[in-house]
Every structure is written in C-alpha cells, then in structure tokens.
C-alpha cells in the first residue's frame, strides 16, 4: 500500500466490487417490480450479467495484453459508467436484459485488466500481500454494495430507489475511469508483426493454463470448487429457515452469509499474505479440501452455532484460495500473457457458477432436502481438493518447483526466447538462469 499506484488500483478493485453489488441488487429488484415478480425475467437478467465473462473471455483477454492496459481499463470503465446511466432509466425487461449483458461485456475487459497491471505498480516479493489486499478492498465492497442498494430501495421505494442505486453505480466507475487515467504505471503490449499473428491467439491463456501443469491442477480445481460452492449458495436459504433444520428464519441466513465474508476477510488479509511462492498452489487445493469439509459438518449436525464456526472456516478457506491462485498466475505467467490467463481463469470459474446455479435449483427440487444439497456441495468440494493434492503431489519436483518469468513472452514468432529463474525453497538458493527456446506451438 506504499505505492500509489497500487492504492489506485484496489481503489478500483473496491469500487468495482461495490458497484458489481450495487447493480445486482439493483437490477434483480427493479426487474422482480417490472415483470410483476417474474422468475424468468429475474434469471434472464442475472444471466445476461455473467454470460459475457464466459463466451467473451479469450476475445477480452488478447484485447487486454494487445492493448496498453491502463487505458483499456479507463475505457472500459467509461463505457460501464454510461450502460449504468441507460440500466437507471430503461424500462422494458427486454432492454435491461440487453444493456446487463453490455455491461458484463465491459467488466469481461475490465477485471483481467486491473490484475494483469498490479505486478508493475508493486515489487515482485510484494505479489501475495498485494493481492492480499486486492481481496480485502473487493470484500469490503462486496459488503457495502447489498447494504447501500438495498437501503435506497427501501428508504426512497423501489423505483426511485434502484435508480439511485444504479447511478451512484455509474459514479463508481467514473471514480474507476478517473483513478485509472491517474496511474504512472504502464503495461505496453509487446509488438507482434502482422505476419506472426495467429488465430489462436484470443486462446493462448486457456493453451497456456493447459501446458502449465500447476496452474491447470490449480484452475481446474477452482472452477470445479465454484460449481460445488455455489450450489451451496443456492441452498442456504432453505437450509436456514427449514424447522428440521436450522430453524433460524432470514437473520439466520444472513448470518451465515455474514460469517462467510468475514472469514474471506480473514483468510485474505491474514493467512494468505505471508505465504510464500512455494505454498501458493498446495493452499489452493487445502482451501478446496478445508472449505468443503466445513460445509459438511454444518449440514449433517445442524445447528446454528455449529454453522456458523463452518461458514466462517469456509469463508477463511475461500480467501486463501482467492488470493493464492491470483498470485500463482503472477509468478507463473509471462506479463505479455497475464490479460488472456486471467480472462481464462475467471471465464472458467463463471462458467462453474452459471453450471452450478442450475444445477443447484435441479438439486433442491429433487433431493428431499436442502441438507442434502449441501452434503452434494461440501462433499464433493472435498474431493476435488483430494484429487486435486494428490495430482499435485504425483507431479515431477522441477514441476512443482516455484517460476519466475523473467522475460516476457512476445507473440508467435518463428522462435521465442523464455528466461526461467528456479528457486530451491529448501535450501533458498537461486539456482544459475537457463534459457529455454521455445517453437511457437510449445
């Protein structure tokens, strides 16, 4: 937080996280009015919002790293300030379904944009704890969001209400705009010659996450943990307000989303900053086993002091997989790839929750339970952790071992030329650099 570019940046991510809220809440609520309490409606339009951060990830991303990236997030966040201004006064569900999908089609550009900029605002042995922090000013956001949209809603009645709330959206990302058209850092895209380009290029992250066997061990397993965790999302509700069960009515379901938050800021802030490179990846695949062993107990002894020691123990899991796996993507990848990994990474992990928001209200249908809904989603978090460990243990040691980029990767030339920094964690020596020359299909 020494460096002002950096504080300009979780600023941004802050901002965008309250915003985010802001909207959803906004929109599900302006919408449920407008539809006279329409299901289907309510769906389209959280959908619309998620939808462009899975299909348009691999085009967001090239644009990212072909572009300079503080500048193609001060765009970005221009034009979600102007789609939010169109969503306050739109009337027809038809046109605040469209502009909800603009609007995520704008974030699909902006969030791989802030994480792919951080390494140049901080040193590289800064990297987890500026993530750290990254997390922290987003969890902050995601609190305040709910609360300011909800309360306008309530305060100035529905219609003036998410209008407010979806200005004031549109404010945040001005801020956002502003703060981005402030930073002294720059992140210049590497010039790629007209002849050295490729169709493939929009799909070097996913290529790349592939041929990276930790991060692919670590991705997979996010994404398969967002399906499991976001099910359990979806039946929480139940869970807490069921007689046989919780029996704690909505305080109690806000509860456990209250100490699941509170956990992240903990996992977040407190655990996952002191890690070192070397533990990166095994804390990803812990937090996976942790959080979903927690969900577990809580749902077969239910009680409600019992569920919330759990959620809060698998809020604390959620931060540091969070912050971990970001910073295993800044240490493995090569800055010239860092936008298209990301936009990868998070279409990947959306494409979970979409999967699992439908799967989870099948599951709720079917099963006689909410309990046993949550049994499907802890349990089965629990062992893709399992598998995920094992699979990382099963790897090679140079595998294993902690990467530095030190150069970064240009387009696909004929031949490029990578330098790789091993780090022996046991012995902390930095063994002699090794080129390594790549064909352009490695």
Known sequence: MRSSDFRLLALSNGLSSLGDELALVALTIKVFELSDGSGIA??????????????????????????????????????????????????????????SFLLGSAASIASPAVFAIVPTAVDEDDLTEANANMETVRYVGMVAGPLIAGGLAGALGADRGTRAALLLDAITFLVITSAAAALTVRRMPEPVPAEGRSKGEARRGFAFIGRDRVLLIGVATVAATVL??????????????DPALLNAGNWGYGALAAVWL???????????????QERLAPAVLLSSITGGAAVAIAASFPHIALALAMFAVGGVSNGVASVSMRSLIHHRV?????????????????????????????????????????????????LIGLIGLAWFAALPADARAPKVVHLPETGPVERSIVVVR?????????????????????
């Open 334 to 382: 090569p800055d010239q790839l860092r936008g298209r990994v990301f936009a990868a990474y998070f279409g990947l992990a959306f494409a979970g929750q979409l999967a699992a928001t439908a799967l989870g209200g099948v599951l709720i249908s079917a099963l006689p339970s909410s309990r046993d809904v949550l049994l499907v989603g802890g349990v089965g978090g629990t």
């Open 228 to 241: 499991f965790a976001t099910m359990d999302n979806v039946a929480e509700v139940f869970f807490a307000n």
């Open 422 to 442: 091993d780090i022996t964690p046991q012995e902390g020596a930095v063994e002699p650099e090794v080129l390594r020359s790549a064909e352009p299909s490695a």
């Open 262 to 276: 509170l956990g992240m800021v903990v996992g977040a802030g407190l655990i996952a900053r002191r890690l070192p």
């Open 42 to 99: 309510v769906s389209a339009v959280l959908l619309a919002g998620i939808v462009p951060l899975v299909v348009f990830a691999p085009l967001a991303g090239l644009v990212v790293d072909r572009t300079e990236t503080t500048g193609t997030l001060a765009l970005a966040s221009a034009a979600q300030a102007l789609i939010a201004v169109g969503l306050a006064f739109a009337e027809p569900v038809w046109l605040v379904v469209a502009l």
